[in-house]
C-alpha cells in the first residue's frame, strides 16, 4: 500500500523503467530539473488501484528552470539528445522560465513554483535525483490528495476563476475515471 512520500520513493526506487527515465534526464546536467505530473501520478494510481501492468503515459515530462535562455528550440535540442539516449520514449522538455508567457501566469520563481501552478494537486509532482543519486521527491500542493485518489484543482487554479474552465476542460480530456475507476473528481462551476 503507498501511503506516505516514503512508500511513493520506494516504489519507484523498485521501478526500473522509472528510475532509467530518471538517470537518462539527469544526464542532461540541467538547472532545477524534475520528471513531473503523469509520470509520477500514473504510478501511484496504478499501485493505488493494483495494477500489475504500467498504464500508457503520452509523455514524459521533463522540466528545468533557467532564465539565461529560453528559447524554445533549445527545449526541442533536449528533447533530441533525451530521444538519442532513450528513444523510445515520449519526451516533453519544458523550461518553466518561460512557460508562464505560453500559460498567461506571471513569472514562476523556479521549477518547483510551476509545479505548484499545475491544474491539478495529484499532478502537481515531480522527481529526480541528486548528485548522489538519491531520488526527491517535491509536492507543492501535498500529497493527500494523490494518495487519496482525489482529483481537485490546485490552490492556483481554485483561487483563479477564469482557470476554472481549463481546469474542467482537462478533466474531460484525460477522463482519467475510465482508466483508474476508484478516483474521485472535484468540479468546479465555470
Not at 488501484?49 to 522540466?63: A, E, F, L, Q, S
Not at 533536449?78 to 505560453?102: C, D, G, T, Y
Not at 484543482?153 to 475510465?178: G, H, L, Q, V
Request: charge should be neutral.
Amino acid at each position: 500500500m503507498v501511503q506516505n512520500e516514503k512508500d511513493i520513493l520506494q516504489i519507484v526506487s523498485e521501478d526500473t523503467w522509472m528510475m532509467d527515465i530518471l538517470r537518462t534526464a539527469k544526464k542532461l546536467n540541467l538547472p532545477d530539473w524534475w520528471v513531473c505530473a503523469g509520470f509520477v501520478r500514473s504510478k501511484i494510481w496504478d499501485t493505488l488501484h493494483g495494477y500489475k501492468k504500467r498504464t500508457p503515459i503520452p509523455d514524459i515530462d521533463v522540466i528545468y528552470f533557467d532564465t539565461t535562455t529560453t528559447d524554445e528550440s533549445v527545449e526541442k535540442r533536449l528533447e533530441e539528445k533525451l530521444r538519442n539516449l532513450h528513444p523510445n520514449i515520449p519526451w516533453s522538455v519544458k523550461n518553466e522560465a518561460r512557460m508562464h508567457v505560453k500559460n498567461n501566469f506571471q513569472p514562476y520563481q523556479s521549477a518547483v513554483d510551476a509545479i505548484a501552478k499545475f491544474p491539478e494537486t495529484a499532478t502537481a509532482l515531480g522527481l529526480k535525483l541528486d548528485e548522489k543519486d538519491n531520488l526527491i521527491l517535491t509536492a507543492p500542493c501535498g500529497l493527500e490528495d494523490v494518495l487519496h485518489l482525489q482529483v481537485k484543482p490546485s490552490p492556483f487554479f481554485m483561487a483563479t476563476k477564469e482557470y476554472a474552465s481549463i481546469y474542467e476542460e482537462r478533466i474531460k480530456k484525460k477522463n482519467w475515471k475510465s482508466i483508474w475507476h476508484r478516483i474521485n473528481i472535484t468540479h468546479i462551476s465555470t
